[in-house]
């Protein structure tokens, strides 16, 4: 019984996984491939990279606006409770 379930293991397997067959030549995608179109995708990237990082630029300096302007107003509380403290 054990020699007939190790037979049947070494024997190759009826249905092979199906195999993915690429084309080589430049039939499909062959624009993608030029250099024209690779140089103007990367200015679209380079471009929306730096929109992207000036409104980045925008929000910070936004934000160190409100946190200055939070400073002023603890700033003024503490010098106001130190004149209360003296009096």
């Known amino acids: ?3 007939r379930i190790s037979a049947a293991r ?3 397997r009826a249905f092979a996984a199906p195999v993915r067959l690429y084309t080589i030549g430049r039939t499909e995608g062959s624009v993608a491939e030029t250099k024209s179109f690779g140089k103007k995708e990367k200015a679209h990237e380079d471009q929306y990279v730096h929109k992207h990082e000036v409104e ?3 929000k910070l300096k936004e934000q160190i606006e409100a946190k ?3 400073l002023d ?3 003024q509380a503490h010098k106001e409770l130190q004149k ?3 009096e």
Do not use: F, G
Request: proline share 6%.
């Open 56 to 58: 980045q630029l925008a």
């Open 1 to 3: 019984m054990l020699s």
């Open 84 to 86: 209360e403290v003296k």
């Open 68 to 70: 200055k302007k939070e």
């Open 73 to 75: 107003t603890l700033e």
């Open 10 to 12: 070494r024997l190759p």
